[in-house]
Nanobody, 119 residues
Framework: QVQLVESGGGLVQAGGSLRLSCAAS????????MGWFRQAPGKEREFVAS????????VYANLVMDRFTISRDIAKNTVSLQMNSLKPEDTAVYYC????????????WGQGTQVTVSS
């Protein structure tokens, strides 16, 4: 079992920046990939970015590429999402997720943090 707690959401004007963090505790040694997802009102949850825990390889959704950067701190068991040049369409609840050894999909999720971008 792993616990994931997000922080750093808030209200920002279009063009601004926010940094989200996710702290993991518990059985973190089983982690293979950490990711960020988001869900806007009335829409399905969508993938934002992911990073492999050991190698640090990253993947981004096309919509956020070149604006968002995912990173991890293995010693602190945290994963962050630096979001720049934010747009109103980035408004959503952002979720941290973990995939562990043997899982095909992300099996552990945080409670989410709200990001609101005003125009």
């Amino acid at each position: 079992q792993v616990q994931l707690v997000e922080s750093g959401g808030g209200l920002v004007q279009a063009g601004g920046s926010l940094r989200l963090s996710c702290a993991a505790s518990g059985r973190t040694f089983e982690t293979t990939v950490m990711g960020w997802f988001r869900q806007a009102p009335g829409k399905e949850r969508e993938f934002v970015a992911s990073i492999t825990w050991r190698g640090g390889s990253t993947v981004y959704a096309n919509l956020v590429m070149d604006r968002f950067t995912i990173s991890r701190d293995i010693a602190k068991n945290t994963v962050s999402l630096q979001m720049n040049s934010l747009k109103p369409e980035d408004t959503a609840v952002y979720y941290c997720a973990r995939r562990k050894t043997g899982e095909v999909h992300f099996g552990s999720w945080g409670q989410g943090t709200q990001v609101t971008v005003s125009s």
